[in-house]
């Protein structure tokens, strides 16, 4: 029950941001605890994981757009903070090496798949019946890393 359980880890992250002064943190925290709860609200239902990672992983990838895009150097760096406070909310991802190795299983499927789509594909299937955390990205990488 990762969504109760991260619902309750940003409660208590954002008592202790404005016991120790952290308005960032603060913000950041009570912002990703409102989108959890609009998930909640929309499907009138408790948000499962996936609906409480994919909100703090939605806000994380807007402010990496938004700091791509920003020049403003005191921004920029409001934004770094937000992104380290939020990430830290989420299961580390496994790098690219490390989802090389978890496909070991699947190695002879992936080579033998007749596209990078089709293996990739092979690939995330494998990967989230084992409850890996990662991105498309590192994936896509790592399937290309297979097959050579």
């Known amino acids: 029950m990762l969504a109760a359980v991260l619902v309750d880890d940003i409660k208590k992250q954002i008592t202790g941001a404005m016991k120790s002064g952290d308005t960032i943190a603060r913000d950041v925290l009570r912002l990703a605890l409102s989108e959890i709860q609009t998930a909640e609200a929309r499907r009138n239902a408790a948000a499962s994981d996936e609906d409480a990672s994919n909100a703090v992983r939605k ?35 496994l790098s690219v090496d490390e989802i090389v190795v978890a496909l070991g299983p699947v190695h002879e499927a992936i080579k033998a798949a007749k596209a990078d789509g089709q293996a990739t594909g092979v690939a995330m299937k494998h990967l989230k019946s084992t409850g890996a955390a990662v991105s498309g990205n590192d994936v896509g990488a790592a399937v290309k890393k297979l097959r050579g």
């Open 59 to 93: 806000l994380i990838k807007s402010n990496e757009e938004t700091l791509a895009l920003t020049s403003d150097a005191d921004r920029a760096a409001t934004l770094r903070r937000e992104v380290e406070v939020l990430a830290a909310l989420l299961p580390k991802q």
